[in-house]
């Protein structure tokens, strides 16, 4: 089994910035793909990064490219965020996600998700 754990969301400004993180633990080692999702109120969860621990892959949502990253310590086994020129539209919960052996930015083929982590972006 992997647990999930996220952390650093919070209460942003527009135009500000978030580094979100996801520790991950457990059997890790059949670990393939790690993907961000998010999800408003009322709204359906939406795909907003991913990238194999190896680095060799990654994709970004086209509401976020050029404005978020997604990064990765292996040896700490983590997976980060960073969310720049954040604005009210990325208010949502943010998840983390774990895809065995697959890379997958559909959010059909995860494995192991996260809680979440809020985040909010005020005006």
């Known amino acids: 089994q992997v647990q999930l754990v996220e952390s650093g969301g919070g209460l942003v400004q527009a135009g500000g910035s978030l580094r979100l993180s996801c520790a991950a633990s457990?059997?890790?080692?059949?670990?393939?793909?790690m993907g961000w999702f998010r999800q408003a109120p009322g709204k359906e969860r939406e795909f907003v990064a991913a990238?194999?621990?190896?680095?060799?892959?990654?994709a970004y949502a086209d509401s976020v490219k050029g404005r978020f990253t997604i990064s990765r310590d292996n040896i700490k086994n983590t997976v980060y965020l960073q969310m720049n020129s954040l604005t009210p539209g990325g208010t949502a919960v943010y998840y983390c996600?774990?895809?065995?052996?697959?890379?997958?930015?559909?959010?059909?083929?995860?494995?192991?998700w996260g809680q979440g982590t809020q985040v909010t972006v005020s005006s």
């Open positions: 996600a774990d895809s065995q052996n697959t890379w997958d930015v559909t959010g059909k083929a995860y494995d192991y």
């Open positions: 457990g059997r890790t080692f059949s670990s393939y793909t």
């Open positions: 990238m194999t621990w190896s680095g060799v892959r990654t």
